[in-house]
């Protein structure tokens, strides 16, 4: 390991207090400023015409939640961001191409959402409507400190549910290449999206620079996917596995969904503006022996995640039982490619046995089987199951958020080695919260951990108390001897 940076060395970061978005890895920096926008919105929105009868489960409560929240005159939070680095010149003309074919796929890029007399209303413009086109206004220098609060200001403006095209793009230029952001509203998409979303886009940009149209799969429909979730809740069978896997979780949780066990400073309850923590957990020969370990003993990594935050929750609280709401991806074969929020929410709970004494292994294993009941349960809408719970008396109902953990292996998505893509970071709009979620994420060349806390000094303890000791877990077990390393996705 000599001459290597160690993960437990890599301090952890705090977004800028009163920063929108969470702060911008050092790789990606300011410049002049270039940005696309739709020609002629008006006459795109004029052509939209409405889609079926209703949205999604989530975009039903985002839209309600942003709704309300413009009521109150408070700044718009609900987008999220995705933003890489190229190391060549920008070529203007082939990016307003490429974002014009990509959004020309996407159904759920030309849609926007409207307030109706039956709700919220789903509206799309047809893909011959659409051209992006390089902006035509004054160009700004936007220095490299200022960039996280240029993109939050710039995405809080237009990345809109209402909006036509409730997207937004933008590049920062310099001397030796130029930072590329994309942001859009959350009603559509989720980060998974937005990886996918900047592999279309660097595929097609290059395309256009090379003169060769990129091949790229069919997009599919969210259209579809939103009618595929009504018929999976419509046909709920309360007998079902999937739907035991939440009523257990709730009758051993007193009814309620999970509550984030840190002290969070917060002495009334009420959310409170936030700021992001984030850190390197492991680096990636750690994450080597980690994966040679769990190859051995039957394990799996997202066990492995769940497993550490299972130890740390007693360690914390003396319990023996960990329960955690977690977001998984929801896609069927044909929306491998969908823009759109594509994913479900479900139970994660882990028995800790034998207080002071509790065979890791074992741990890992008992995670990755309640990881494997998640995937299962997530399959049908969380919505649905917990209506069907609450009418049982089973789910007592929400006290705000739950707390949840997520995690990514990004090394699933096809991003190869590109170091555009994997250079590309993801970021959320920042709104008061009352919570500490966590979002793991695994690259090729680590873990890392982001969570948005109350913007205090009692969260912030807390939270690095969190990182340290679910870093010294894992690189606890990373550290057992006798395992032959080697690098797999699990």
């Known amino acids: 390991m000599s001459g290597t940076l160690q993960s437990r060395d890599i301090p952890p970061r705090f977004s800028d207090?009163?920063?929108?978005?969470?702060?911008l890895r050092p790789h990606l920096t300011g410049g002049r400023a270039v940005e696309w926008e739709l020609r002629d919105p008006d006459r795109v929105a004029k052509a939209a015409q409405r889609w079926g009868d209703g949205v999604?489960?989530?975009?039903?409560?985002?839209?309600?939640?942003?709704?309300?929240?413009?009521?109150?005159?408070?700044?718009?939070?609900?987008?999220?961001?995705?933003?890489?680095?190229?190391?060549?010149?920008?070529?203007?003309?082939?990016m307003s191409a490429a974002l014009t074919d990509f959004v020309r796929r996407h159904e759920e890029l030309r849609a926007h959402y409207r307030s109706g007399p039956a709700g919220h209303e789903r509206w799309v413009s047809p893909p011959d409507e659409v051209e992006i086109v390089t902006a035509d206004r004054e160009s700004v220098h936007v220095h490299d400190a200022e960039l996280g609060d240029w993109v939050g200001g710039r995405a809080a403006e237009t990345a809109w549910s209402d909006l036509v095209p409730g997207s937004w793009w933008g590049a920062t230029c310099d001397?030796?290449?130029?930072?590329?952001?994309?942001s859009t509203d959350?009603?559509?998409g989720d980060g998974y999206s937005l990886v996918l979303a900047m592999f279309e886009i660097v595929e097609l940009y290059r395309g256009h620079c090379a003169g060769e149209p990129a091949e790229l799969a069919a997009a599919g429909s969210f259209g579809d996917a939103i009618l595929a979730e009504r018929r999976i809740a419509a046909s709920l069978d309360p007998a079902d596995d999937r739907v035991a896997v939440w009523r257990d979780?709730?009758?051993?949780?007193?009814?309620?969904?999970?509550?984030?066990?840190?002290?969070?400073?917060?002495?009334?309850?009420l959310p409170k503006p936030s700021v992001t923590a984030q850190t390197v957990l492991?680096?990636?020969?750690?994450?080597?022996?980690?994966?040679?370990?769990?190859?051995?003993?039957?394990?799996?990594?997202?066990?492995?995640?769940?497993?550490?935050l299972a130890e740390w929750h007693r360690r914390m609280t003396g319990r023996d039982r960990f329960f955690v709401s977690t977001v998984l991806a929801t896609r069927a074969p044909e929306h491998f490619w969908t823009q759109g929020w594509l994913c479900n929410f479900a139970p994660i709970a882990v028995e800790v046995p034998n207080i002071g004494d509790v065979d890791?292994?074992?741990?890992?294993?008992?995670?990755?089987?309640?990881?494997?009941?998640?995937?299962?349960?997530?399959?049908?809408?969380?919505?649905?199951?917990l209506a069907q719970l609450a009418g049982e008396g089973v789910f007592r109902g929400l006290d705000g958020s739950p707390y949840m953990v997520s995690y990514t292996d990004l090394r699933r998505l096809p991003i190869g080695d590109d170091p555009v893509l994997n250079g590309t970071q993801l970021l959320t709009g920042l709104g008061p919260t009352r919570n500490a979620n966590l979002w793991f994420t695994r690259t090729a060349t680590g873990l890392d951990v982001v969570s948005q806390i109350p913007d205090n000094d009692v969260a912030r303890t807390s939270i690095l108390e969190q990182f340290a000791t679910l870093r010294e877990i894992l690189a606890e077990y990373a550290d057992a001897a006798g395992y032959a390393t080697e690098s797999v996705v699990r």
């Open 17 to 23: 207090s009163g920063s929108l978005v969470a702060r």
């Open 249 to 269: 979780a709730l009758v051993h949780n007193d009814g309620r969904t999970p509550s984030c066990p840190l002290d969070l400073g917060l002495t009334d309850g």
């Open 186 to 188: 959350h009603v559509r």
């Open 175 to 182: 001397d030796n290449g130029f930072t590329f952001l994309a």
């Open 282 to 308: 492991l680096d990636a020969e750690t994450l080597a022996r980690c994966d040679a370990r769990i190859a051995a003993t039957d394990g799996s990594f997202s066990g492995l995640i769940y497993a550490a």
């Open 360 to 385: 890791f292994d074992d741990l890992v294993r008992a995670a990755a089987q309640s990881v494997r009941l998640a995937r299962g349960a997530a399959e049908i809408p969380a919505h649905a199951v």
């Open 56 to 94: 999604s489960f989530l975009q039903s409560d985002h839209l309600a939640t942003m709704a309300a929240k413009r009521r109150e005159g408070e700044a718009h939070h609900g987008f999220i961001v995705a933003a890489t680095r190229f190391d060549t010149p920008l070529v203007p003309d082939a």
